[in-house]
């Protein structure tokens, strides 16, 4: 679209928020991001942001679904059975938009109609095919329709796109990383898909002065003339992408000890998480953070900054509770790490 | 505020809004449909540029009529997809209005949001996918008729304007209307609102304005400053002044309000006409407001605008109604069950109520037209029995467990802390259900809801957190409530149970007269109407031990029965749970 984009470097603090997507975007399978919080804290805006910081891929020319060229194993039917060398072009990564009302016939992909009017068979990808490789960002999450849920859910833990209808049977790669964003107060996300995404963020309005002050004026600045705010913001932005590409460059070889380890299981066991999946992601984003900030080693201070945000969600929940359970994580993580 | 000063802001905010709709967001406005109504919307067609459509938004509209699909009958004819646009997207460059805003299904409004933010249509359905500009303002008719009655948050968050009609009588209303201010307005609609850029003060103000005023979204204060600027731009001035900002706050900022800037102003205008007492020294916190005249002037435009029932809101809340910070949606289960969500397609004739779902079915046949076109001519798309595709609906036939708890002096003195601490334990047992609570309380002269069915526990928890008790107890009032809620659960297409929590000391009648046999006689005819009405229902008795005419309530009432032994809540989640299974 023409209408530029809000600069990911010029969003005033949520700086969780900000974390988890640089997170998300460095080690793609962390396992999606959940962003729930109150109105009017800009959670759509860093979603749309993330995708205009993201640096372009690689990938096969004229694929639907975008294959990466280096990864055969990945590649959709019509890549593995195309004969002859294929050119590779630059595509911006995609972070797709599932709106509310989609039908399922366009997130899945169907029958091409226009094509099926003249008498020939078509797939027409939907967005999962879109999604292959990039974002799949659903803001109001939670009232998204049951039967689109399951159906996504299914997806993005196969990581491939089967679809079964209409005398079609087509399978394609789907590997997306899930943003989801919603606000807890449209009602609750079913804990079966709570558990699906790999770090979730609380976000709230900044209750302090000068950071409302400094959201406002850069704003109303963007919306006056965002394409010299966009320019005035390059140098910044262009500063978090290189973060980004220089922190997946170093992800492989951030280096994880023992030590490092066991402290992320203490910490799951203090805290009661169930399942395994929670010290692997908290490992995986620990990594991410290291890398992002330059550093060789997982250490405590990655791993204190990624708890709450990793663990949060996994916790047994209560209801009722209104203590936000990162608060939880937080004692605990003080009182093994030490304040 | 009188009713000719509401209608005068009201005015304004529409001249304000018509000049800049899809950067506004929209006005809500609260007025039963009248003849006042009828002017402000007539007033609206007026302020609006020659030929800017104006939609009205019905409640029910279905995904195809609100972000567009296909055109079946065009489709048919062409032989190829033929794509009809939705009514938002019709709406671009003009107004949407919304009727009956405040029963708006959830899922409808989450949509309107999403176009109201993003200003485009992303429309993904039918096979068709495509974006579509969708730049418009929304009129949001509010009917509600007290404050649970209202328009989503997450839609009112994103209307600049929050106008209060029901005060404005006929003879308020100013029949001259208001001044075209000319080619300033196409100025604005054209997106070149060229007001000196902020330098730093009107954002600062706003924001202190608003975080005095407890307004946590940080939409109000960019709407606060775009009403500024577009009112500055309108007087034909090159940049904001205090008064634009003193505007733009008691338009903007005034009706979101939560609490009054500080204690000392803790007293509602008592006349309208005057701007408030200024002899308050520091009547803000030093840390979080900027020691500033514009901040004041901000300010003081805003107490002089606060709504006069906000000190009895605020009363409400103080007396114990804790932090509900939003009222529940009587939309979310009106939303309609009765035909349930659609969850895909099967083969199958559209008889029965049924519905065809054109599309699909199109596409079933589409295959085989080269075999069926026999006579190659004919050209005639072939569709056939077979090739029929219905509807699937799931309906979600979900339960509504309505708790009417007993909050009088002899119930509190009691056991009023268990019966919460038992109502808990059974949210928590609904949250796993995924059921929806709805709670009232009864005490003195009557019952109140103090929430309507949501399936937000946590507003359940925590109105229920603040319910106070004391005074006598107005059993039958308490049953009869709960009944008509219970019916009015039935009618969205919901399961409703009701528990009863009372030591049922039942002791003043309907009329406010005390006496017990009276209390008593009018309880069990009130139960007996449970009993009519065939719901399903559990008393628990919270008196000390077992109460002889708790029993026979809970027979007449058809009921299960369950003393509260003392510490032992989880018994009592068992019984609803095995009385909503009955």
């Known amino acids: 679209m023409a209408r530029p984009v809000f600069p990911f470097a010029a969003i005033v603090g949520q700086e969780d928020m900000k974390l988890a997507m640089l997170v998300a975007a460095v080690d793609r399978g962390i396992g999606g991001v959940l962003v729930f919080g109150d109105r009017g804290t800009g959670k759509s805006t860093t979603v749309r942001a993330l995708a205009a910081l993201l640096p372009p891929m690689k990938a096969i020319e004229g694929c639907r679904y975008h294959c990466d060229p280096a990864l055969p194993d990945t590649w959709c039917m019509d890549c593995v059975a195309a004969t002859g060398k294929r050119k590779t072009v630059m595509v911006p990564v995609p972070v797709v938009d599932l709106p509310l009302g989609a039908t399922e016939d366009r997130v899945v992909g169907a029958l091409d109609l226009e094509r099926a009017l003249t008498g020939s068979k078509v797939f027409e990808p939907g967005l999962l095919a879109r999604a292959n490789r990039g974002f799949l960002y659903i803001d109001e999450v939670n009232l998204l329709e049951d039967h689109l849920v399951d159906l996504l859910l299914d997806v993005a833990a196969s990581g491939e796109n089967v679809v079964e209808r209409e005398g079609l049977s087509v399978r394609h790669p789907a590997r997306f990383v899930l943003i989801g964003s919603g606000n807890p107060e449209e009602g609750e996300l079913r804990p079966q898909l709570i558990d699906r995404f790999g770090v979730s963020v609380d976000v709230r309005t900044p209750g302090d002065l000068p950071t409302r002050i400094d959201v406002i004026r850069r704003r109303d600045t963007f919306e006056r003339d965002p394409v010299a705010f966009v320019e005035t913001w390059k140098k910044a932005q262009d500063k978090v992408r290189r973060r980004v590409i220089d922190a997946r460059g170093r992800l492989a070889s951030v280096e994880v000890a023992d030590s490092a380890l066991e402290r992320a299981a203490r910490l799951c066991m203090a805290l009661g998480t169930d399942g395994l999946r929670g010290e692997l992601t908290l490992i995986r984003a620990a990594r991410a953070v290291a890398a992002l900030d330059g550093d060789k080693a997982v250490g405590d201070a990655h791993l204190r900054r990624v708890a709450p945000m990793v663990l949060g969600h996994r916790l047994r929940r209560n209801p009722l509770d209104e203590a936000v359970a990162s608060t939880r994580v937080t004692r605990a993580v003080e009182e093994l790490f030490g304040a | ?582």
């Open chain 2, 1 to 582: 505020m009188s009713g000719a000063a509401a209608w005068a802001d009201a005015v304004q905010a529409l001249a304000l809004f018509a000049a800049d709709p899809a950067g506004l967001g929209g006005v809500a406005v609260r007025a039963g449909a009248g003849p006042v109504r009828d002017r402000f919307l007539a007033l609206l067609q007026a302020l609006l540029p020659e030929g800017a459509p104006v939609r009205r938004l019905p409640l029910y509209a279905a995904d195809d009529r609100l972000l567009g699909g296909l055109d079946l009958a065009a489709t048919l004819q062409a032989g190829r997809p033929v794509a009809q646009k939705g009514l938002l997207a019709e709406a671009d460059g003009g107004v949407v209005v919304l009727a009956m805003a405040e029963r708006i299904e959830p899922g409808t409004a989450a949509r309107l949001c999403a176009v109201l933010d993003e200003r485009v249509v992303t429309l993904q359905r039918d096979g068709l996918s495509g974006v579509l500009p969708a730049r418009f303002g929304v009129v949001a008719l509010d009917e509600g008729a007290d404050d649970d009655e209202k328009p989503p948050a997450s839609l009112m968050d994103r209307l600049a304007f929050h106008v209060d009609l029901t005060g404005v009588a006929l003879r308020d209303v100013d029949p001259s209307g208001v001044t075209d201010p000319g080619p300033a307005v196409a100025a604005v609609r054209a997106g070149v609102v060229d007001v000196a850029a902020d330098d730093g003060s009107a954002a600062e103000a706003l924001c202190g304005a608003a975080l005095a005023l407890g307004i946590d979204s940080l939409r109000a204060p960019l709407f606060a400053l775009r009403a500024a600027q577009v009112a500055a731009w309108l007087d034909g001035r090159g940049a904001v002044d205090a008064d634009d900002l003193g505007l733009a706050a008691r338009l903007v900022l005034a009706p979101r309000a939560t609490r009054f800037p500080a204690p000392e102003d803790a007293e509602p205008p008592a006349d309208p006409e005057p701007p408030p007492p200024q002899e308050d020294e520091s009547p803000l916190d030093p840390e979080t407001i900027p020691d500033q005249p514009l901040a004041d002037v901000v300010l003081d435009a805003v107490k002089a605008a606060l709504p006069a029932d906000l000190l009895a809101r605020l009363a409400e809340a103080a007396g114990g109604r804790g932090q509900v910070r939003t009222p529940g949606r009587a939309g979310q289960a009106k939303a309609s069950v009765k035909r349930g969500r659609p969850i895909g397609t099967r083969q199958g004739e559209p008889k029965g109520g049924a519905r065809l779902h054109l599309l699909e079915t199109l596409k079933a046949a589409a295959p085989w037209q080269m075999l069926r076109r026999r006579a190659p001519a004919s050209g005639r798309f072939e569709v056939r029995r077979d090739d029929f595709r219905i509807i699937r609906f799931k309906q979600r036939i979900g339960t509504t467990t309505v708790f009417a708890v007993d909050a009088s002096g002899s119930a509190a003195m009691h056991r009023l802390g268990e019966a919460k601490g038992a109502v808990e334990l059974l949210l928590a047992d609904c949250y796993v259900r995924r059921d929806q609570v709805a709670l009232l309380a009864f005490r003195g002269q009557g019952a109140t809801v103090l929430l309507p069915p949501t399936a937000s526990l946590l507003r359940a928890k925590r109105s229920l957190a603040g319910l106070p008790g004391g005074g006598p107890t107005p059993l039958a009032a308490g049953i009869e409530a709960a009944l008509a809620l219970a019916i009015s659960v039935r009618r969205t297409g919901r399961t409703p149970v009701i528990t009863l929590l009372t030591d049922a000391r039942a002791n003043i009648a309907r009329d406010g007269s005390g006496g017990r046999p009276r209390a008593e006689a009018e309880a069990l005819e009130a139960a007996r109407g449970v009993r009519a009405a065939g719901l399903a229902a559990l008393l628990v008795d919270t008196s000390p031990r077992p109460n002889p005419f708790a029993r026979r309530l809970a027979d007449e009432m058809g009921a299960r029965y369950v003393p509260l032994p003392y510490a032992d809540a989880s018994a009592l989640s068992r019984a609803v749970r095995a009385a909503a299974a009955a």
